[in-house]
């Protein structure tokens, strides 16, 4: 069975995005020596990205190539006639199921991409097998949240944590 992992920046007060679904505040924190933060080896580990419908469409604005080609690439999203895209399969059948479904499969992991209402819908599923943040020594203040209208608890586990020279603070959780 394969895992379904979080992998994703947030800064210290808990946004992945500012409220206009801006990094600037990532993109900010100074890396001279260009430090992964744990990517290159997460994404080797990974065949499947899945995501919703805002964070593809960030991931769009920004006019650069597909950064997930190789991967499997799956966008849940309720909007209909969404245009086709070669990149990415569009999914509106119900996200739960389908997500338990591809973790039946064969193969490497699953990157649950985001956002933060995707996020919060898989972990309130008990789907997300493992949390990886990377704390940005930065507060945003208001945006979007790590996990959007989550309004319960989730006990977790600390697995190992790893501190970079640009501040980055990488903490890995296992869900109990």
């Known amino acids: 069975m394969r895992k379904l992992r979080l992998y994703i920046a947030a800064s210290l007060d808990g946004y992945i995005a500012s409220e206009n679904g801006g990094l600037e505040w990532l993109y900010e924190v100074p890396n001279p020596e260009n430090i992964d933060h744990g990517y290159h080896d997460f994404f080797k580990s990974i065949g499947t990205v899945i995501m919703g419908m805002n964070t593809y469409r960030t991931i769009i604005s920004f006019g650069v190539d597909w950064p997930y080609t190789g991967k499997q690439c799956y966008v849940f999203t309720s909007t209909q006639g969404v245009e086709p895209d070669g990149n990415v399969t569009f999914v509106s059948d119900d996200a739960t199921r389908y997500v338990e479904a591809l973790k039946e499969q064969e193969g490497k992991d699953i990157w649950l991409l985001g956002g933060g209402l995707f996020n919060a819908s898989m972990l309130r599923a008990n789907l997300i097998d493992d949390i990886m943040v990377c704390v ?26 790893r501190v970079f020279d640009t501040g980055m603070v990488l903490l890995e959780y296992r869900a109990r």
């Not at 940005?136 to 586990?157: M, N, R, T």
Request: proline share 8%; hydrophobic share 45%.
């Open 136 to 161: 940005a020594p930065a507060i945003v203040g208001k945006g979007i949240k790590l996990f959007e209208g989550l309004d319960g608890e989730v006990p977790l586990s600390l697995v190992k944590s």
